[in-house]
Structure formats: C-alpha cells, structure tokens
C-alpha cells in the first residue's frame, strides 16, 4: 500500500501522520456509509458513532488530503455573500434554522474539538474573527452585517477605524465587523484528530478506497467501490464537495456540475520575530476583508502568518500568487518588509453562481451538499453533524438543511475554463464605493 503524497503545505510538513489506513478487501455491512474523509465526512462519522451507528467511511486519497487539509484554516462563522435575511427569505424557515447553524457554526467547531479532545492537534483558537473594511463605503456593509446577525442574537459588533487599528496594528482599514466566535485551526489537524476520535468511538475509516458508484436495493443503498467491492448500508452521506468530479468524474456528474472548482492559492510566511509580532495582529484573530479580490491572514502556532490570495492566467502561478500575497501584507504591515513564503500550496474550493451553498437529499437516507464558495471549514464541521442528525431519523423541520434539487450550470466546461477571469470583475468592483 503505498503512502499517499499530500501537496507541499505547511500543514502537511508539521502535523504528525496518522497511520494510513487500509483499503477496502472485501465486501461490508454498515448502518450509514460515508463518502469522503473531510470535514463533512469525519464529522458526520463521528456524531453517528457517537449515536452507536456502525459507520464505514471511504476516502479515496487519505484524510485530509483535499480541501478540508489544504484551507487557510480560517473559522468563519458567516458564508461570503449571502446574508442571513436572504438566506430566511429564499428558504423560509428551513432558512431560518440555517441562519442559526451558520451563525453557531465556529462554536459547532471549536466545541467539538475540545469534547473530543483534539483542541492542541488541531492548534485551535477561538480568538475571534475579523472581517475589515477595505473603503469607508464598506463601513456600512460591515455595519449592515452587524446588525443582520444581531437580529439572531450573534455576537457581531462593529470597530470604528480606531478600534480596528488597534486589534490589526494597523491603520490600513477603515473598521469592520468582529466576531469573537471565530478563530482559526490547524486544518489538516483537525481532519486527522476529528478522524481519531470517530474511531475511537467506532467508525471504521478505509482509506484510498475511490468510490464508483451506488444505487438502491430495498431498503438499502449499495456503494461500490472501484476495486469492485461493496458496501451495503441503511444511511448515506456524500461529503466529496469541490472534488465531487475531480477523483472519480463519473461518481456523480449531475452533481459535480452544479459547481465550478475554483483553484485557492494558500501560503505561509517566515515565522515572524517577537518584536514584530507584538504590533501585528497581537490578538491573533482571523482576518478575512471585504474585497471580493480577497486579503486574508491569520497566525499559526508557529507564528507565521498564514495568507493567499488568486491572480488570473496559469504561468508560474505560484510565484506570481505568493509575490502578490507579500506585496499586500507589506503594504498594510510596512515594518514586515516583503516577507518570504516558506510554503505555497493551492487546492479547490466549489463555487456556486450566486455564492449559496446546495442541500441535497439523494434518496431516502441519503444526503450530501455542496458550493462551499470559500467557507467550508466552520460549515463543513456543522452540516456534516446536521446530515447525521437526519438519517438519525431526526425530523427534517427540526434541521437546518434547507433542501433543493442539484441544477447542473449551463456550459459546465465554459464556466470552469473563464472561472480565473471572475478575478478580474471581483477586481473592478473592489474599485467601486459602496453607495
């Protein structure tokens, strides 16, 4: 069996390994079956071990290995662009009861991680997340998100421009909204310690274990592998997201078309010296702005700061990202100088068109969503629990799982060949002051 190479993060050169789990031998029994080993999965997988299902989880790479181990590790307890009174609106009150699981998604996260004990594997720290105003005009969309999610008794409160000069150590900004519910994680951490304690509870995880297909027999679903075995379950939960057609493109294209995999480019700094760190960012918060051509950053627990960032064409994309990256802490933190990236990593994340993420029930027991549009880490952790919820048996108008059927784009191929050039739109509108 040979060891799965995982890209070349930051994440992946100081988290220990666990050991590789073995593939799939034989045909298998199980009450739910999951379909991929991210957050979604592992979190899905441990809240129906946890209820004393017998759960069997097939991850076709190792844990961790896509999106889920790749992120900025940024705990954002808000989608990009849908609001919470857009979400009650399109989905009544299914939406409004995902509005509360958006909103409660980082304490979802952070709780779990200390329940199971997986709080220093995962380098966890609620310490908050920052969202700045990148123009005064963006002061009133940070003011209006503010008082959006106060409307359902969430911790927003916004920071005037001195305040925010104070938490980032900068006057680069021009205020924000602050949630002390955020934080960040270690991510491929906490893929590899959610996937510990599942298995401490019961779960079996097999992984390189690609996934070929399923189908219905009775009451039953039955997955089938690509070595040719099968695995007969009463639950189902597909949790491959913006890797959906990547692995296996026949798995479920209908599905994988309602998404454009969008490559994110994740790197990390040098760690940064004491006496600088002390005027940057001191209280270690989350940062994520309010440009749609976006400037993120947060610490690690080695003190690097961990950012990214998106340029458009395909040459020597790497250096070109991790130049632009450096170039935009430089010019918020000058006493940074350009700072040289250690690490530069990119992976896929599932961009729907109007940034809403997609809730689909496959069958009767069977769920899976998809669109994470850039916030999957806090999201992923609590649908996954809510997905487990529901084949519990739970009742469905108790759930946060606002349900649609998948609607595959038009011109699927087109769409992912001028996704890079949405960079440029999200550029010009950045220009524009909020009105």
């Given at each position: 069996m040979a060891d799965v190479v995982f890209p070349d993060s930051i994440w992946a050169a100081v988290t220990p390994?666990?050991?590789?789990?073995?593939?799939?031998?034989?045909?298998?029994?199980?009450?739910?079956?999951?379909?991929?080993?991210?957050?979604?999965?592992?979190s899905a997988a441990l809240e129906l071990a946890r209820a004393g299902q017998r759960v069997l989880l097939l991850e076709a790479q190792a844990v961790g290995w896509g999106a889920s181990g790749r992120n900025n590790g940024q705990v954002i307890p808000t989608l990009t662009a849908a609001e919470p009174r857009a979400m009650a609106e399109r989905w009544g009150a299914a939406g409004e009861r995902f509005v509360r699981l958006v909103g409660g998604s980082a304490d979802t996260l952070f709780d779990?991680?200390?329940?199971?004990?997986?709080?220093?594997?995962?380098?966890?720290?609620?310490?908050?997340?920052?969202?700045?105003?990148?123009?005064?005009?963006?002061?009133?969309?940070?003011?209006?998100?503010?008082?959006?999610?106060?409307?359902?008794?969430?911790?927003?409160?916004?920071?005037?421009?001195?305040?925010?000069?104070?938490?980032?150590?900068t006057d680069f900004w021009y205020g924000g909204m602050l949630n002390p519910t955020g934080g960040h994680i270690n991510p491929l951490?906490?893929?590899?310690?959610?996937?510990?304690?599942?298995?401490?509870?019961?779960?079996?995880?097999?992984?390189?274990?690609?996934?070929?297909?399923?189908?219905?027999?009775?009451?039953?679903?039955?997955?089938?592998?690509?070595?040719?075995?099968?695995?007969?379950?009463?639950?189902?939960?597909?949790?491959?997201n913006a890797y959906t057609g990547e692995l296996v493109p026949r798995l479920a294209r209908k599905l994988a078309q309602t998404i454009v995999p969008v490559l994110s480019w994740q790197m990390s700094t040098d760690p940064i010296p004491d006496e600088l760190r002390a005027g940057i960012l001191p209280g270690r918060q989350a940062v994520s702005d309010t440009r749609g051509d976006l400037r993120f950053f947060r610490y690690d627990a080695r003190n690097r700061?961990?950012?990214?960032?998106?340029?458009?064409?395909?040459?020597?994309?790497?250096?070109?990202?991790?130049?632009?990256?450096?170039?935009?802490?430089?010019?918020?933190?000058?006493?940074?100088?350009?700072?040289?990236?250690?690490?530069?990593?990119?992976?896929?994340?599932g961009m729907t068109w109007d940034r809403f993420p997609r809730i689909h029930q496959l069958g009767p027991d069977a769920w899976t969503w998809i669109g994470c549009n850039g916030r999957g880490v806090a999201l992923g952790v609590a649908l996954g629990r809510e997905m487990a919820r529901a084949v519990s048996g739970?009742?469905?108008?108790?759930?946060?799982?606002?349900?649609?059927?998948?609607?595959?784009?038009?011109?699927?191929?087109?769409?992912r060949r001028i996704a890079p050039n949405y960079l440029a739109w999200m550029r010009r509108k950045d220009l524009q002051e909020m009105k």
């Open positions: 390994r666990l050991p590789q789990a073995p593939p799939l031998a034989s045909d298998a029994e199980a009450d739910a079956v999951v379909i991929g080993a991210g957050f979604t999965g592992l779990i991680a200390r329940r199971e004990g997986i709080e220093a594997e995962a380098e966890a720290e609620q310490t908050g997340w920052f969202q700045p105003a990148h123009s005064p005009g963006r002061v009133r969309l940070s003011r209006a998100r503010v008082e959006a999610w106060q409307h359902y008794g969430f911790p927003a409160r916004l920071l005037d421009r001195e305040e925010t000069a104070a938490l980032l150590g951490g906490l893929a590899r310690g959610l996937a510990r304690a599942a298995a401490a509870h019961g779960a079996v995880i097999h992984e390189t274990t690609p996934v070929a297909g399923w189908s219905r027999d009775g009451d039953r679903w039955i997955v089938r592998t690509a070595s040719g075995h099968k695995v007969r379950a009463r639950h189902m939960i597909l949790a491959t700061l961990i950012t990214g960032g998106a340029v458009m064409g395909r040459r020597d994309m790497a250096r070109r990202v991790a130049d632009k990256a450096a170039r935009s802490l430089a010019e918020a933190y000058p006493q940074l100088g350009t700072p040289r990236m250690s690490h530069v990593w990119s992976g896929y994340i739970i009742a469905l108008d108790t759930l946060a799982l606002p349900l649609s059927e998948p609607r595959p784009l038009p011109f699927h191929s087109f769409a």
